[in-house]
């Protein structure tokens, strides 16, 4: 099949991480992929050109484009394409409208997470549901995702459907545990923008140093909101046990200098970080958002929490450092044959593809 997958940029983040995995997965099986970014591009293009796949811009401005409409609708005439599988409300008017215009069979829509439409219906909301009609599927992230929009009703019932994140596991199933020594080092991945609530970490870190002084925090990531975090740091009096470590593509190799894995957002889907750390063999501690109850209850591997509670997140963690080192130890076991069961690349890439030769067999 000839598929082109629709996002709004390649910077670097959850949804465009998993957009390059599944592209390359995809090629891997014989499809013939474009990625098409409807604004620009980002620091994810590189991968995508190392494995031969074509990355086409639109550089669509703001607000409403009838010229990236026509370059996309041509690109996909010019291409014969068979599939376009956007990612997100923000880019899927693109997909139908272009899928229309060019004669595209099926077109499918992929909605990361719950934050992605607002709980109160506005136009946002009811653009989407008019698209949503006019999908041949609309994928939620994991069983949570599905059971929420379907509650919602935004979404048609007979569109939607769930197919787990997945995640290439080679690298972080390799992964061994840290050493275990009278540190406990705990981390999180992830950009540094509001909706991951960082601040809120680092309130809970400052409660959790008063009762382990020597427990560290790691930070891996970049964003906005970074000089403002480095400055809470500093005003809590926790610098010196928090690390920023910045970007970095090498995720298995962070993981392998923590103990116990952090999430604290306020609005989820299905995330990376969490399934690169559970394959990884990491407990988790993380905020009751998205398919993260179905993750730590389904493997038995951590701690969950309110979201945007600063104590209960604390108790949490501590009770992590608390709990014996064996029993860390058998989490994350846990975690991993979780993640390598249910949420692999593979598994992921699969189910796409028998998605839309459903679909097109219609």
């Not at 653009?127 to 919602?152: D, Q, T």
């Not at 596991?169 to 509001?194: K, Q, Y």
């Not at 008063?210 to 790691?218: A, D, I, V």
Request: charged fraction near 20%; hydrophobic fraction near 45%.
């Amino acid at each position: 099949m000839k598929i082109v997958e629709l996002v709004n940029s390649l910077e670097v983040g959850g949804t465009e991480r998993l957009v390059v995995d599944l592209a390359r997965s995809f090629t891997s099986k014989g499809h013939e992929v474009t990625v098409v970014c409807l604004r620009g591009g980002g620091a994810l293009e590189r991968p995508l050109h190392d494995a031969g796949i074509a990355v086409a811009k639109l550089q669509k401005g703001e607000g409403p484009s009838f010229g990236a409409l026509r370059q996309f609708a041509r690109l996909l005439r010019e291409g014969r394409v068979d599939v376009v599988h956007s990612h997100n409300p923000l880019v899927h008017h693109y997909a139908v409208a272009g899928g229309r215009l060019a004669g595209t069979a099926v077109v499918v829509n992929t909605i990361h997470g719950l934050g992605n439409l607002d709980t109160k219906i506005g136009l946002k909301e009811v653009l989407y549901s008019g698209m949503s009609w006019l999908s041949s599927a609309i994928v939620a992230v994991c069983p949570m995702a599905y059971r929420e929009f379907k509650r919602r009703g935004v979404i048609p019932a007979r569109r939607l459907v769930a197919i787990n994140n997945g995640i290439p596991l080679e690298s972080f199933v390799t992964v061994t545990p840290r050493a275990a020594d009278s540190t406990t080092v705990f981390g999180i991945v992830g950009r540094l923008v509001p909706v991951k609530d960082h601040r809120t970490l680092l309130q809970a870190f400052q409660t959790v140093l008063t009762s382990h002084p020597t427990c560290r925090l790691e930070i891996l990531g970049d964003g906005p909101e970074r000089d403002a975090l480095e400055q809470q740091a500093q005003s809590l009096g926790i610098a010196r046990h928090v690390i920023f470590r910045g970007y970095s593509s090498d995720v298995p190799a962070f993981l392998r200098g923590i103990d116990v894995s952090v999430l604290c957002s306020v609005s989820e889907g299905l995330p990376l970080g969490v399934l690169e750390s559970m394959a990884a063999g990491l407990p988790i501690v993380g905020t009751d958002v998205g398919g993260m109850r179905d993750l730590i209850e389904g493997a038995q591997c951590g701690w969950l929490t309110p979201a945007g509670d600063p104590h209960a997140l604390a108790q949490a963690m501590m009770r992590a450092v608390e709990v014996e080192p064996q029993e860390r130890r058998a989490m994350g076991v846990r975690a991993r044959a979780h993640v390598i069961s249910d949420y692999s690349l593979e598994r992921m890439t699969d189910q796409y593809d028998a998605l839309f030769r459903r679909l097109a067999a219609r």
